[in-house]
């Protein structure tokens, strides 16, 4: 029998929380589960929509599974946690839900016992429920988790959509989403939805219950972070710490800098994806499997994606990749000595050929742009099956009235080269580039985020590109290389022939 002191204590929230439960340590040993001042900082600031980016092994998924398993017993709340993959998802059930739950004072279990009709939830006598799997479609929910969800968007870009149109729809628009992940790329719904909550959260401006409330959690905020120094911190980690420091008031001890210096040994490039020191870091490093991983790595060491001198007086070159009932991209591309300056993107979808060539006109205009050539893939000559079964290579080069003036394109065709061939053009190509950081900023995450496809069966990466939001920028860029490869090549050969 509960007294009134304890049964005063059970109905406060946060008691329960840091009292009832037990979790494992990182040693593996039975501890009660308390939480720390980061864990703390999301617990108190929780919204209706919550977006969480993070550094490693900071325990937000333990304290999710302690959150909604106390919702389920005491508030009879109908909870889902989704995992990464299914051995994420069964061994989040095993070692925290489950081992947290049997763990309980038996007067508290009594009073709500559990089922476990299914592998991986638990259902209460009183009607709560906690179910942790990879996805969640139909009923309805009070609390929702995503673990890794940067990993899911990437990964698993179908699964991701799933989430955000089945899971994300069962839950009531007052009740709890929370959605938390390592960074993984500049793409994704993770990444998007964290670029508009960081706005919102820097502008300070007030959240309905739909948007998402952001939450960062650095490395260095976690005081167990930190080691004995026994080795100088190498010049280059030095300026990085002065930088931060300077920029960003983050004041490092020499014990923070000796553990940064000796995690980055190990995780190397990808160090400040997994422990950022400030947001944009994490989006900085490349994901997984992508294609031009160390090109961008090297473009962004070299600042080669930054505001481009002025260069107006030279011609610029466009590359399209065409969609039909697709994505339309576009590149514009100055040569500028033996670099090639891009300057500028766009893409659309929907849209017919006349909107396209609308943009280039308004472009040149507007920004002073006078073309020298046009470059198209081979498909430009396929002929439409409507109207005159012309190919939109003639269509272009016919022309339409735009702003009572006829306006024309004579496109080039680049050659056609397998994927394969044209990806390592790319990778040549891109040491030679320089970006406007602005204009082209969609199509810089394109690039970085283009990578191969996933095998969820054999759990490796594919060798072909996966086909998502990220294929017609990459692709317009595949034909300009392509195309300038080829030319570059036939110049080395004159000059050659030249020479002997």
């Known amino acids: 029998m509960l007294s009134p002191e304890h049964l005063r204590k059970l109905s406060n929230k946060l008691w329960r929380l840091n009292n009832l439960y037990y979790i494992t340590d990182k ?4 501890i009660r589960f308390m939480m720390t001042p980061e864990q703390l900082e999301y617990f108190e600031g929780m919204h209706t929509r919550n977006i969480i980016l993070k550094a490693r092994q900071l325990g937000f998924t333990t304290e999710v599974c302690i959150i909604q398993l106390d919702a389920a017993l005491f508030e009879s709340a109908k909870c889902a946690l989704i995992a990464h993959t299914l051995n994420d998802a069964k061994r989040l059930f095993r070692e925290k839900v489950k081992y947290a739950y049997d763990r309980l004072p038996e007067e508290i279990k009594q009073a709500n016992p559990a089922s476990n009709d299914a592998a991986g939830e638990l259902v209460f006598k009183k009607g709560g429920s906690l179910y942790v799997s990879t996805s969640f479609r139909g009923g309805t929910l009070r609390y929702l988790h995503v673990s890794e969800f940067g990993k899911i968007c990437a990964k698993f870009p179908d699964k991701a959509k ?36 960081e706005k919102a959260h820097i502008q300070g401006k007030l959240l309905s219950s739909l948007d998402w409330k952001f939450f960062f959690f650095s490395w260095w905020k976690n005081p167990l972070y930190a080691i004995a120094p026994v080795e100088p911190i190498p010049t280059r980690l030095e300026e990085y710490f002065s930088e931060i420091k300077t920029k960003h ?55 080669r994606i930054t505001v481009l001198p002025d260069n107006s007086h030279l011609p610029v070159y466009t590359y399209w990749d065409l969609g039909v009932g697709d994505s339309t991209a576009i590149w514009f591309v100055r040569k500028v000595g033996e670099e090639f300056h891009i300057i500028d993107y766009y893409e659309n979808s929907g849209e017919g050929l006349r909107h396209y060539m609308k943009i280039l006109k308004d472009k040149s205009q507007k920004l002073g742009y006078e073309y020298a050539e046009h470059w198209a893939p081979h498909d430009i000559d396929n002929r439409e099956l409507s109207g005159d079964g012309k190919s939109r290579k003639q269509i272009a080069k016919e022309g339409y009235e735009i702003d009572g ?68 920028g990459a692709d317009a860029f595949r034909y300009f290389a392509v195309a300038n490869r080829n030319a570059r090549r036939q110049a080395f050969t004159i000059q050659m022939e030249t020479t002997f």
Not at 165 to 192: H, L
Not at 261 to 279: C, F, V
């Open 405 to 472: 003036e006829k306006y024309s394109i004579k496109f080039n065709v680049a050659p056609r080269l397998s994927v394969d061939d044209g990806i390592e053009s790319v990778r040549e190509i891109l040491p030679l580039c320089a970006f406007d950081s602005s204009k082209c900023e969609q199509g810089i995450a394109n690039l970085e985020a283009y990578r191969k496809a996933w095998d969820d069966k054999n759990g490796c990466w594919r060798d072909k590109p996966l086909h998502d939001h990220t294929s017609h």
């Open 162 to 197: 799933e989430i955000v149109t089945g899971a994300f729809e069962a839950v009531a628009t007052g009740c709890f989403i929370t959605i938390e992940s390592t960074a993984e790329g500049k793409s994704g719904y993770f990444y998007d939805y964290c670029n508009t909550a």
């Open 27 to 30: 040693a593996g040993k039975q």
């Open 249 to 303: 008031g983050i004041d490092l001890t020499e014990q923070q800098k000796a553990w940064y210096h000796a995690k980055e040994k190990t995780l190397g490039d990808d160090m400040k994806r997994e422990y950022p020191s400030i947001p944009s870091e994490a989006f900085e490093q490349s994901i997984e499997g992508a294609y031009y991983a160390r090109q961008f790595r090297e473009l962004y060491k070299e600042k």
